[in-house]
Nanobody
């Protein structure tokens, strides 16, 4: 069982930056592929950025050039550095850890952290 706890959200002005953290307990996060998702009111949840256990990364078009996903295996944590934030980035951001083995699939979610971009 993996417990994921997000932190780092808050209120920021347009153009500002935030760094979100997804800290894991109960298991070694480094063996999981981890994604940061967001859901704005009235919209579907969308993948913002992902990082594999091998550190390959992928980004939504809206995040490319502004967001950076990284992982610190020593701290059992995955980060999302968000720069040049826009009002449309306002959403609840959640991290998701997945891993597949023969015959089993593991899928865990954190509780989410609110990011509000507003002047």
């Amino acid at each position: 069982q993996v417990q994921l706890v997000e932190s780092g959200g808050g209120l920021v002005q347009p153009g500002g930056s935030l760094r979100l953290s997804c800290a894991a307990s109960g298991s070694i996060l480094s063996i999981y592929d981890v994604g940061w998702y967001r859901q704005a009111p009235g919209k579907q949840r969308e993948l913002v950025a992902g990082i594999t256990s091998g550190r390959s990364t992928n980004y939504a078009d809206s995040a490319k050039g502004r967001f950076t996903i990284s992982r610190d295996n020593a701290k059992n944590t995955v980060y999302l550095q968000m720069n040049s934030l826009k009002p449309e980035d306002t959403a609840v951001y959640s991290c998701n850890a997945v891993r597949s083995t023969i015959g089993r699939k593991f899928n865990y979610w954190g509780q989410g952290t609110q990011v509000t971009v507003s002047s």
